[in-house]
């Protein structure tokens, strides 16, 4: 009786390669995927340090990223975002990788990746963190977490709820600085009147601030 021929196996069907993202290449390391906000409103007060009066702002914003956070204090504040900036929270230093580069001076971690809800205490225990502008005149603010905020339908986020005094201008020499402009500008007699009138111009006052023109620049970007 003749034998029968063994069946032949089928090969193995092959996996298909993985897919890249758009515009990807292969060797890239991808980072995971951003996290997602929650739905959390949270109040803060930003205090510019070591000025006299103090110059603060008291803001209400949705959970974001720690750059959404620096745009938002930007915002509030007057700031025009043509310099360096850094978070320094619990130990840690947060900033834009976009500015320091992989090689910078600072080891910074990437504030576009981190989520506050990762960050801000669920007790009412104070908590506050510092928030340095521009590396050059330094300008220190401390930001205290003031805690969660009750969702208002009538009250649009983000808002600038409150605040003194102005922003102090760019490249002016930190702290120090504008406390001499302010000086000088008090004083007509002084050598450097009209030079640092002319440089500050004549519709500046440092006693000034608007919530309502702080809020529209949150919403709509540094220029409106």
């Known amino acids: 009786m003749a034998k029968k021929k063994a069946a032949k196996k089928k090969p193995a069907a092959r996996k298909k390669p993985a897919r890249l993202p758009a515009g990807s290449r292969a060797g890239w390391t991808w980072a995971p995927a951003k996290p997602k906000p929650s739905a959390a ?26 750059e959404d956070l620096h745009w938002h204090i930007q915002a509030a504040m007057g700031w025009q975002n043509s310099h360096l900036h850094m978070f320094d929270i619990d130990g840690l230093t947060y900033g834009s990788k976009s500015q320091y580069g992989p090689d910078g001076e600072y080891e910074i971690i990437d504030g576009s990746r981190v989520l506050l809800s990762t960050l801000l205490p669920n007790t009412k225990a104070r908590f ?74 004549e519709d500046f006052d440092p006693e000034v601030f608007d919530a309502k023109k702080a809020t529209l620049r949150m919403r709509r970007g540094l220029r409106a």
């Open 41 to 66: 409103i949270y109040q803060f007060r930003i205090t510019l340090l070591d000025t006299h009066p103090l110059i603060w702002r008291r803001i209400q914003i949705t959970d974001c990223f720690l």
């Open 128 to 201: 506050s963190f510092r928030y340095t502008y521009d590396m050059g005149d330094n300008w220190e603010h401390e930001v205290v977490f003031e805690g969660h905020v009750k969702p208002d339908a009538k009250l649009k986020m983000p808002v600038c709820l409150d605040g003194k005094r102005a922003c102090p201008p760019e490249k002016c020499g930190g702290t120090p600085g504008y406390e001499h402009m302010l000086q000088v500008l008090a004083d007509p007699e002084d050598d450097e009147y009209d030079d640092t009138l002319e440089w500050i111009g």
